[in-house]
T-cell receptor
Framework: KAGVTQTPRYLIKTRGQQVTLSCSPI?????VSWYQQTPGQGLQFLFE???????NKGNFPGRFSGRQFSNSRSEMNVSTLELGDSALYLC?????????FGPGTRLTVT | AQTVTQSQPEMSVQEAETVTLSCTYD???????LFWYKQPPSRQMILVIR??????QNATENRFSVNFQKAAKSFSLKISDSQLGDTAMYFC??????????????FGKGTKLSVIP
């Protein structure tokens, strides 16, 4: 089976812009979670989607949003980008209790 | 709230030797899973090993094994016969099991392991 894929892999944006990241889970997996990884805060949970419904959301401002489509692909959107949003954004698809991660999208905000 | 603590920010080990990475966690729940993930310089997060809290037997995966002490809330990772490819950040993570609910991984800060030739 193909693994979790994320696009794009690298992204450079300017403060105030918005960005959309995409994640395709492993075939058959219906759950997708998003995590933000920064040197200062480490790995932090953003949200989880299961069958197109947001099941859980981490402690992030409303500028961070997401959605999931009927084919389980998920997108994450960040509006009004701030310098502190620079991070590696990881997507994971779940089977049972195990989460499998994609390669991540490296977002740089200038 | 669940917390995961990794007290060793960095460690090093000689190739072919054995190393143990420490992890403690805190939860009031009784039904959960614990994981070790590896993140090499490529940044791809790789699942190394999984332990169910209800199982007393320690999990093993080839050269990787855990020492799970539920009462002490301790979950250490032992890497035997260390190889250069084991050089990576290692994250201890915790997930709550809920039959109809959400899953959310809580990660420790990580331990940077360097395998020295």
């Amino acid at each position: 089976k193909a693994g979790v894929t994320q696009t794009p892999r690298y992204l450079i944006k300017t403060r105030g812009q918005q960005v959309t990241l995409s994640c395709s889970p492993i075939s058959g997996h219906r759950s997708v979670s998003w995590y933000q990884q920064t040197p200062g805060q480490g790995l932090q949970f953003l949200f989880e989607y299961f069958s197109e419904t947001q099941r859980n959301k981490g402690n992030f401002p409303g500028r961070f949003s997401g959605r999931q489509f009927s084919n389980s692909r998920s997108e994450m959107n960040v509006s009004t980008l701030e310098l502190g949003d620079s991070a590696l954004y990881l997507c994971a698809s779940r089977s049972g209790s195990e989460q499998y991660f994609g390669p991540g999208t490296r977002l740089t905000v200038t | 709230a669940q917390t995961v603590t990794q007290s060793q920010p960095e460690m090093s080990v000689q190739e072919a030797e054995t190393v143990t990475l420490s992890c403690t966690y805190d939860t009031s729940e009784s039904n959960y899973y614990l994981f070790w993930y590896k993140q090499p310089p490529s940044r791809q997060m790789i699942l190394v090993i999984r332990q169910e809290a209800y199982k007393q037997q320690n999990a093993t995966e080839n050269r990787f094994s855990v020492n799970f002490q539920k009462a002490a809330k301790s979950f250490s990772l032992k890497i035997s016969d260390s190889q250069l490819g084991d050089t990576a950040m290692y994250f201890c993570a915790f997930i709550l099991y809920s039959g109809a609910g959400s899953y959310q991984l809580t990660f420790g800060k990580g331990t940077k392991l360097s395998v020295i030739p």
